[in-house]
Protein backbone atom coordinates (compact mmCIF):
# COMPACT_ATOMS: atom_id res chain seq x y z
CA UNK A 1 0.00 0.00 0.00
CA UNK A 2 1.14 3.53 -0.73
CA UNK A 3 2.21 5.46 2.20
CA UNK A 4 1.15 8.44 1.02
CA UNK A 5 -2.56 7.24 0.78
CA UNK A 6 -4.49 7.31 4.13
CA UNK A 7 -6.82 4.59 4.77
CA UNK A 8 -10.53 5.29 4.32
CA UNK A 9 -12.15 3.98 7.68
CA UNK A 10 -15.90 3.39 7.31
CA UNK A 11 -17.89 4.28 10.42
CA UNK A 12 -19.91 2.40 12.88
CA UNK A 13 -23.23 3.04 12.42
CA UNK A 14 -25.12 3.27 15.99
CA UNK A 15 -28.19 1.94 14.56
CA UNK A 16 -26.75 -0.86 12.79
CA UNK A 17 -24.91 -2.24 15.67
CA UNK A 18 -27.83 -1.93 17.53
CA UNK A 19 -29.93 -4.21 14.85
CA UNK A 20 -26.83 -6.52 14.97
CA UNK A 21 -27.09 -6.62 19.05
CA UNK A 22 -30.54 -7.46 18.97
CA UNK A 23 -30.28 -10.12 16.48
CA UNK A 24 -27.45 -11.75 18.30
CA UNK A 25 -29.70 -11.43 21.53
CA UNK A 26 -32.55 -13.39 19.87
CA UNK A 27 -30.80 -15.53 18.27
CA UNK A 28 -29.24 -16.68 21.27
CA UNK A 29 -32.63 -17.00 23.29
CA UNK A 30 -33.82 -19.32 20.53
CA UNK A 31 -30.77 -21.47 20.81
CA UNK A 32 -31.64 -21.77 24.38
CA UNK A 33 -35.17 -23.05 22.99
CA UNK A 34 -37.33 -20.56 24.52
CA UNK A 35 -39.96 -19.26 20.84
CA UNK A 36 -40.53 -16.53 23.09
CA UNK A 37 -39.05 -13.79 23.91
CA UNK A 38 -41.69 -12.74 26.77
CA UNK A 39 -41.44 -16.43 28.59
CA UNK A 40 -36.91 -16.01 28.66
CA UNK A 41 -36.96 -12.57 29.50
CA UNK A 42 -40.07 -13.78 32.89
CA UNK A 43 -37.99 -16.93 33.85
CA UNK A 44 -34.81 -15.02 33.99
CA UNK A 45 -35.85 -11.67 35.76
CA UNK A 46 -35.77 -9.28 33.12
CA UNK A 47 -38.59 -6.82 32.21
CA UNK A 48 -40.62 -8.26 29.49
CA UNK A 49 -41.55 -5.13 27.43
CA UNK A 50 -37.76 -4.10 27.77
CA UNK A 51 -35.96 -7.43 26.59
CA UNK A 52 -38.41 -7.54 23.66
CA UNK A 53 -37.28 -3.90 22.52
CA UNK A 54 -33.52 -4.98 22.76
CA UNK A 55 -33.94 -7.85 20.74
CA UNK A 56 -36.05 -5.14 18.10
CA UNK A 57 -32.39 -3.60 18.18
CA UNK A 58 -33.57 -0.40 20.28
CA UNK A 59 -30.81 1.51 22.64
CA UNK A 60 -29.95 -0.51 26.16
CA UNK A 61 -28.01 0.61 28.55
CA UNK A 62 -24.79 -1.17 29.76
CA UNK A 63 -25.83 -2.37 32.52
CA UNK A 64 -28.89 -4.07 30.86
CA UNK A 65 -26.60 -5.93 28.54
CA UNK A 66 -25.04 -7.37 31.17
CA UNK A 67 -28.00 -8.48 33.13
CA UNK A 68 -29.07 -10.24 29.55
CA UNK A 69 -25.94 -11.83 28.89
CA UNK A 70 -25.94 -13.04 32.50
CA UNK A 71 -29.17 -14.37 32.00
CA UNK A 72 -27.31 -16.50 28.48
CA UNK A 73 -24.63 -17.14 30.98
CA UNK A 74 -22.31 -15.83 28.45
CA UNK A 75 -19.30 -13.58 28.53
CA UNK A 76 -19.13 -10.16 26.32
CA UNK A 77 -16.27 -11.25 24.32
CA UNK A 78 -18.28 -14.53 23.66
CA UNK A 79 -21.30 -12.59 23.16
CA UNK A 80 -19.56 -10.05 20.56
CA UNK A 81 -17.50 -12.74 19.20
CA UNK A 82 -20.22 -13.61 16.27
CA UNK A 83 -22.19 -11.01 14.44
CA UNK A 84 -20.09 -7.99 14.99
CA UNK A 85 -17.93 -7.73 12.28
Request: proline residues 4%; glycine residues 8%.
Amino acid sequence: MDQNKKRVKTPIEPEDQLVKLGARIKALRIKAGYASYETFAYEHGLPRAQYGRYEQGKDLRFSSLVRVLAAFDISASDFFSEGFE
